[in-house]
Structures are given as C-alpha cells and as structure tokens.
C-alpha cells in the first residue's frame, strides 16, 4: 500500500477526542488559557501502560536556546525539552517552541538506555504541529491536514528526507480526572498521520496534555505548570 493510499485509510477511521469538565464549552478555544502550557520549568509525569509493561514518563521543559543541529531551523530559538522513562528505555531531547496559539516541534534526538549514544536525530520542515490551541481548532468537528518535510538522521547512516502529513480532528468534549484539581473540560483531538497512524490526545486548558492513546496508554499522573 503507498503513502498516500495508508493516509486515506487512516484518515477514514472514526475515533474520538475529547475536553472534560463539569458543564463542558461547546467552544473551548474561547479559554484564556492555553491547551499546553509550554513554558520552562513545566513538567509532566505520565502512567505508560505499554504491552502490560507499566513505567513512569516524565517530560521537562528547560531554557529558551537555538534548535542547532543541521536543518533550517538550528538559528530559531525554542525550549529545550527532556523525556525520560523510568524503565530505562526511552530518553529523547527536542526544540519545541510557542508560535501564537501553537506550539511545534523543530528537533528531537533519541539516545540509547545503554550507551547514552544518540540512535537517531529527526528534524522537520517548517515544523511538526504539537498542538494548536486556537479558538478555530478547538471546536468539536474542526478538521485539517498538517504538510511538513521529515528528515530522519541514524547514527552512523545517511540522511534521508521525505514528505509527510497528519489529519487532525477535534472529536468531542469529555469531562475528565486531573491530579489535584477533580473533574475537568478536556478537548478530545485525534491525529492521523500519512503511514496510517492513530492517535488521541486529552488536552486540559492551562493543564496540558491528560491522556494518550495509540501505541501506548499515558496518563497523567503529576504535573507542575508555571
């Protein structure tokens, strides 16, 4: 199947995403207050349930620095992010920055649990949309389609870059447990990406990012936002 076929399979299935609260807002975008706070100092704690394998994830967003590394963005300035999980598997460093109502990814490396060593550097062109928290994009049947270039660098291998593209909706309003704060509105949006990906994402305005799933189930289980 090509690229383009497995795009229109994944855009075609039907799932949900949703903003929690006691008497949700039919518009959520009209919050003054971002779907992901994206500001140093702010961290995440998630519950990932993978395979029936348990860890814990955490994300940390450092300074304000240029994106470096090769690709057209190195001179932009954006937040230094770590995630780190606590089996030891996973750690990935990207540049994500604040543009207006969004907040996108430029750079992201990943490092090997035994060496330390980097396995593999992604950048992308313009960007890779993390979330888009504006009133438009927040309404419940907002519908529209991300274009970027995708660069991927493996150690030791040369690079290559492709076109790629994601499908995202915004499924639904759900009420929702937050750490700390009870039940609350949460926006449901659902991203499909031109391999024929899948995934849901719980987003709280002023909280961040609640609940995860397609590949992996995350839930937040600590937060501290500035």
């Known amino acids: 199947m090509s690229r383009a076929q497995q795009f229109a399979v994944g855009a075609a299935l039907v799932l949900s995403m949703a903003c929690g609260g006691e008497d949700p807002d039919p518009n959520p975008g009209t919050s003054t207050q971002p779907l992901l706070p994206w500001e140093a100092g702010n961290t995440w704690t998630y519950r990932v349930t993978d395979n029936g394998v348990v860890s814990t994830k955490v994300t940390t967003v450092g300074e304000l620095g240029p994106v470096g590394g090769a690709g057209p963005n190195k001179d932009v300035l954006a ?70 270039q995708e660069t991927k660098i493996p150690a030791g291998a040369a690079a290559t870059t492709e076109p790629a593209a994601d499908l995202w909706f915004v499924d639904a309003l759900e009420d929702i447990e937050v750490p700390g704060r009870g039940t609350m509105t949460a926006v449901l949006v659902r991203k499909v990406s031109d391999t024929g990906s899948v995934k849901r994402y719980w987003f709280v305005p002023g909280v961040g990012k609640v609940r995860e799933e397609g590949g992996q189930l995350e839930e937040l289980v600590d937060f501290t936002v500035q």
Do not use: C, N
């Open 79 to 148: 937040y230094h992010v770590v995630t780190t999980k606590s089996d030891g598997v996973d750690k990935t460093e990207s540049w994500q920055a604040v543009e207006g109502d969004r907040v996108v990814r430029y750079r992201e490396i990943s490092f090997s649990a035994k060496t330390g060593q980097p396995t593999l550097e992604e950048h992308w062109a313009p960007h890779k949309l993390r979330i888009d928290s504006s009133a438009e994009r927040t309404k419940v049947g907002a519908m529209w389609r991300e274009e970027y």
